[in-house]
């Protein structure tokens, strides 16, 4: 597929288009899915982008909580990973919590079946035609317009509009979460449509041809680098992330299938204000794992409901052998661990053994310290607060000697 004649980059037209999309003011068209029922949830399709000249259908769970009845819910768009559906427990998770929820299907399925086998929607477009696992690898030669990614971004864009019009919503105060490529659709759609309040990627970033990067992988598959190199030039979230400019929340594990060395280069270039929540091997998985997470929700309650924020790691240095990590915030600091590698190769994040160390936290300054551990190649700190919520700095290379 050569450029376009005014060689303007694909994401440039992904931004542009999809814009236009979010500015619009009316809500998709939705039908019934009477064959599909969950107590308190509302099943249904609503219109997705055209394909090849023809409607498609993307499927959806909504749910709103009771009170809503009597004052608009805040309410939060859910992203599923690869492999998934729309969940339907993922939006019990936060209809309990008091907030309106959607969960919609990018897969071009019905939630009838199991992980990476549910049931094909006979109208499902490019959602349904990408070759399982593979997220519109198999699309990169087709219009930009009739690609995965496209309808992907645009599906989450019109459940978005969907909610907003629903007069049981406050469409001032609806978030964005994703997990895993669910969260790389998140980082995109973020900062195409800018009346989102937050976004909490789980897992997923920018930067996924990386050498540590387990897709990098599948794009040497390909077998092909110009086909490569349109993918990350059309579909990485790198290409969007300096456009967002809401608070946003990485939430993820040391040795995840999105590596480190990614994320902190996703957070680098992203100009939000911005926290994260690192744990040490982390499992990755919907459910639990990837949904349970309770900085997302404490997150979520503080740019939503006015709650109490989470606490704010503002500096992170080494003095001689000493890490030293400056925080802020109303909630208080019970515990804090240097989380340290002492494996130095620059490309293996997958595979880095990760330690927790103790470190000392004084309330007055809001300081925690540890000191290195000998050998130490990469490390970062991690603060507790006394209901559970982690605050991680980034990670950053240990001086053998101290800092120059």
């Given at each position: ?14 931004h542009r288009d999809l814009r236009s ?263 990755h998985a919907h459910e639990g794992p ?76 809001s300081e925690a310290a540890a000191d ?33």
């Amino acid at each position: 597929m050569p450029p376009s004649p005014d060689s303007e980059r694909p994401s440039l037209r992904v931004h542009r288009d999809l814009r236009s999309l979010a500015e619009r003011a009316t809500p998709p068209l939705t039908f019934p899915a009477p064959e599909l029922h969950a107590e308190g949830l509302e099943a249904g399709f609503f219109e997705g982008l055209p394909f090849r000249g023809c409607d498609t259908r993307v499927f959806y769970w909504r749910g709103v909580p009771a009170q809503a009845r009597a004052e608009r819910a805040p309410a939060m768009v859910l992203v599923h990973g690869g492999g998934g559906t729309a969940f339907e427990a993922w939006v019990r998770l936060w209809t309990g919590r008091g907030y309106a929820a959607i969960a919609m299907d990018l897969n071009g399925c019905v939630p009838r079946g199991t992980m990476d086998a549910w049931e094909a929607h006979p109208s499902g477009g490019p959602l349904g035609c990408s070759s399982p696992g593979k997220d519109g690898l198999d699309q990169l030669t087709w219009p930009l317009e009739d690609q995965w990614g496209y309808h992907a971004v645009g599906a989450v864009i019109l459940a978005h509009a969907l909610l907003r019009a629903d007069p049981r919503v406050d469409p001032a105060r609806i978030g964005l979460t994703g997990i895993s490529w669910g969260a790389t659709l998140a980082c995109i759609t973020a900062a195409i449509d800018p009346r989102f309040r937050l976004v909490a990627p789980v897992y997923g970033c920018g930067f996924m041809f990386s050498p540590s990067s387990w897709f990098r992988a599948d794009l040497d598959a390909l077998g092909d680098a110009a086909l490569a190199e349109r993918w990350a030039s059309t579909w990485d979230p790198s290409n969007y992330l300096p456009e967002v400019r809401i608070p946003t929340l990485w939430v993820t594990g040391t040795n995840d299938y999105y590596p480190l060395d990614a994320l902190w280069r996703s957070a680098a270039i992203t100009p939000a204000r911005q926290q994260a929540a690192v744990r040490i091997r982390m499992p990755h998985a919907h459910e639990g794992p990837g949904e349970n997470p309770p900085e997302i929700k404490a997150f979520t309650d503080q740019l939503l409901r006015g709650g109490e924020p989470l606490s704010a790691i503002r500096t992170q240095e080494q003095h001689g052998r000493t890490v030293r990590a400056r925080f802020e915030g109303p909630r208080r600091i019970v515990r804090a661990e240097l989380c340290i590698t002492r494996d130095g190769a620059p490309d293996d994040w997958r595979d880095k053994h990760w330690e927790a160390h103790p470190a000392r936290v004084d309330v007055r300054p809001s300081e925690a310290a540890a000191d290195l551990p000998e050998g130490t190649a990469f490390c970062f700190m991690n603060l507790f607060d006394d209901e559970g919520h982690v605050v991680s700095a980034p990670v950053m290379p240990a001086h053998p000697t101290g800092a120059p």
